[in-house]
């Protein structure tokens, strides 16, 4: 079973042990949580959560100081009994010489600290969270770029190897090379982190094993990283269609969570680096809440819309002219029929005496507004 010893605990916290006499080293905390026994004091011990640290503060102290020696002698021996890892007393506060007897009866640790309850229980949970996370070794590299964690997974000889020294002397920094150990720290967070063996080293193929600290600085390596993006590099595939938008993220899965991944195919000539380098910032702009992708497929539909718009603009306009100019029609022909039924309806009585008489005399009118007074006189 993964767990710590409470010697790593005191020596990693610098709590003061109160009980050096007990073999800390044979101790192993599972759990990483831990828990302040106001219940349990008072002599309630159902689902008693006695594989956690106990947390002694303020209020738990005030309420022993008012504890009758009997009572103590009961409650401390039936707490001790249940084997718990250990008691933490925050604010330098002093254990109660009974707690203290028991505490060596059992060889149970009891520790004191100066950090406030508060402080001491949630960075003493941050701190077993992640000692006591869950963790796999993956076969990898992983680099930190523009503060983006970037896990770089792929087939042996395919090039991540040498896409993280170029991105070293872009100025990012290496965290681990072939071996990546991974924490899950959360239930969405994981970190990666070297082995010791392998801290800070490159193997490449036709050169060796390069010590990057060394060559490069300090400034270019780093021990631990949060993993943000996966980059999987393959072969190129002719056959395989490969995202070329971007619209939607694609995810691998790694010891239950999800983490934004891209498959990169390889080629000749494709610069390895400045791809991943890409990637990162990318990444980063998403999670910023800007999308390129979703940026061009915005401009595209605004682009659709307004031509639609100028199309249906165009499409109204040419059906109104149409509509006017049958309207025209149509009233030309109605004038037309009037007029025609009226010069078919004239009443030869209503001329005037002298009308067609110029005709008659082989006379023409050359004028189309004749003075009909004139010919009338």
């Keep these: ?33 831990v828990n302040r026994p106001a219940l349990p004091l008072t002599g309630f011990f159902a689902h008693f959560d006695n594989e ?14 008012l504890m009758s020696p009997e009572e103590k002698e009961r409650i401390f021996d039936i707490m001790c009994r249940f084997r718990i890892p250990g008691f933490i007393f925050s604010r330098n506060l002093k254990p109660d010489d009974i707690l203290l007897q028991k505490c060596r009866e059992y060889s149970i640790p009891c520790m004191v600290t100066h950090l406030p309850t508060a402080d001491l229980t949630s960075e003493l949970i941050r701190w077993l969270k992640t000692k006591l996370a869950p963790r796999i070794s993956i076969h990898g590299v992983l680099v930190d ?36 150990e991974i924490r899950k720290v959360s239930e969405v967070s994981l970190i990666g982190r070297a082995p010791n063996i392998t801290k800070h ?20 390596v780093k021990d631990v990283q949060t993993i943000d993006l996966v980059i999987k590099l393959e072969e190129w595939d002719k056959n395989r269609d490969y995202d070329r938008l971007g619209m939607d993220d694609q995810f ?14 390889i080629r000749p000539g494709r ?25 061009l497929y ?25 509509e006017r100019r049958r309207i025209g029609e149509e009233m030309n022909r109605k004038v037309k029929h009037k007029m025609s039924g009226s010069f078919e309806t ?15 005399n082989e006379c023409r009118i050359e004028s189309e507004s004749a003075d009909l007074d004139v010919l009338t006189s």
Excluded: W
């Excluded at 956690?52 to 100081?65: C, D, F, M, P, S």
């Excluded at 997974?153 to 965290?175: C, F, P, Q």
């Design 346 to 360: 004239i009443d030869l009585t209503d001329l005037p005496e002298h009308y067609g008489e110029m005709e008659r």
């Design 145 to 180: 770029v523009y503060g983006e964690g970037v896990l770089i997974m792929g087939d042996s000889g395919v090039g991540k190897s040498e896409a993280a020294l170029e991105l070293i002397k872009r100025g990012h920094r290496l965290v681990a090379d072939d071996v990546v």
């Design 252 to 265: 691998t899965e790694i010891l239950g969570v999800k983490v934004v991944c891209n498959t990169l195919p």
């Design 271 to 295: 610069n390895l680096a400045i791809i991943c380098e890409t990637a990162a910032v990318n990444r980063r702009q998403k999670k910023m809440g800007y999308n390129a992708a979703k940026e």
């Design 52 to 65: 956690r640290l106990q947390v002694i503060g303020n209020v738990e102290t005030e309420y022993i100081g």
């Design 1 to 33: 079973m993964q767990g710590i010893t409470v010697t790593q605990l005191i020596t990693s916290n610098h709590f003061k042990n109160l009980t050096p006499e007990i073999d800390t080293d044979s101790i192993v905390i599972t759990v990483p949580d």
């Design 201 to 220: 080293f490159i193997e490449l193929r036709g050169i060796g094993i390069i010590d990057v600290k060394a060559l490069f600085g300090a400034e270019c």
């Design 298 to 322: 915005n401009r595209v539909n605004d682009n659709m819309v307004k031509s639609f718009e100028q199309h249906e603009k165009e499409r109204r306009e040419a059906a109104l002219i149409e």
